[in-house]
């Protein structure tokens, strides 16, 4: 799921409502401690799908051990590798020609 501006705890409940859809399987999900991840709308969320998912934190201050910081780094040197896309259209289809 890609989006524009800012992750807020409604966009990833938008993100989690269309995970939990993919699979009837429990979902285990690493996340950082990004303020969106840990809001009480979210922990509600959260509280009534115990069955379905359950989410894991990151330690604080630890980039190394999340492995969202090694693929922002991949995902921008692959971005712009060919060229610098000239639209907002051509980064997104970099973007998820990438991924």
Partial sequence: MTYLGML????????????????????FLIVDRLRAHKSAAVEEWLATRTDRIEIFYLPAGAPELNPDEYLNHDTKAAVNATKLPSTRDELQSNLNGFM
């Fill in 8 to 27: 807020d705890s409604a966009l990833f409940l938008l993100f989690l409502d269309r995970l939990l859809k993919l699979t009837n399987k429990k979902v």
